[in-house]
């Protein structure tokens, strides 16, 4: 996969941020179906600086947890607004004062919009890194960030996390991965383990 990306769609800096801050616990797919009216209605951050808790809720209420997310959204718009003259910053120790954006949510921006190399670690990549082997022992998404940082080439890093995402959204599934498609087999330490317990692919299910 040479040119592996996020599969939310956007157009600008501030429509990823509204989206990446919706998929918290959510799937791409109902973010995507959610943020066209969305974004007619707030097109860019001083709209949405000046919305109501009411109708952001009504925009984004068959998303997970929209009273959060909307409080969320609006108190985003109006620290940027005030905060930070209107333009959402590129620093992750900035980004994650805003509402609703933790570490994750602020890697992911400044490696998608400005190509650092942050690691973004989402409930995919802290698992199929572990699954894989590629982090030991890690018990949080910043000890799985820091051990893949270590190791990934800082050219690799931004490609790292999507190829790490899709892999466990559509391969490493949680429930049942597809052990048997999977081109990481000599390599993969939960497939080793496997052939070791010598069980057979169509009946696991850990």
């Known amino acids: 996969m040479p040119f592996p990306e996020t599969e939310l769609l956007f157009e600008d800096t501030y429509q990823l941020l509204v989206a990446v801050i919706l998929s918290a616990q959510c799937t791409d797919k109902r973010v ?27 925009l984004i209420k068959s998303i997970s947890f929209p009273g959060n997310k909307s409080r969320h959204l609006l108190g985003m718009a109006q620290m940027v607004r005030d905060k930070f003259g209107g333009t959402i910053p590129m620093v992750v120790e900035e980004l994650i004062q805003l509402p609703g954006v933790g570490r994750k949510t602020a890697n992911v921006i400044t490696s998608v919009v400005d190509n650092q190399p942050n690691m973004a670690v989402d409930t995919h990549v802290f698992r199929v890194s572990a699954r894989i082997g590629l982090t030991i022992n890690s018990k949080n998404p910043l000890e799985t960030e820091l051990q893949l940082i270590k190791y990934v080439p800082t050219e690799l890093v931004t490609k790292f ?7 466990g959204r559509y391969i490493c599934i949680a429930r049942k991965p597809k052990c048997p498609e999977c081109g990481l087999q000599p390599n993969c330490r939960y497939f080793h383990k496997l052939i070791k317990e010598n069980i057979n692919f169509g009946n696991h299910s850990h």
């Open 161 to 167: 996390h999507h190829w790490l995402i899709l892999h």
């Open 32 to 58: 995507n179906i959610t943020t066209p009216a969305f974004f007619l209605k707030y097109p860019d951050l001083s709209t949405l600086a000046e919305g109501t808790y009411n109708d952001v809720f009504e």
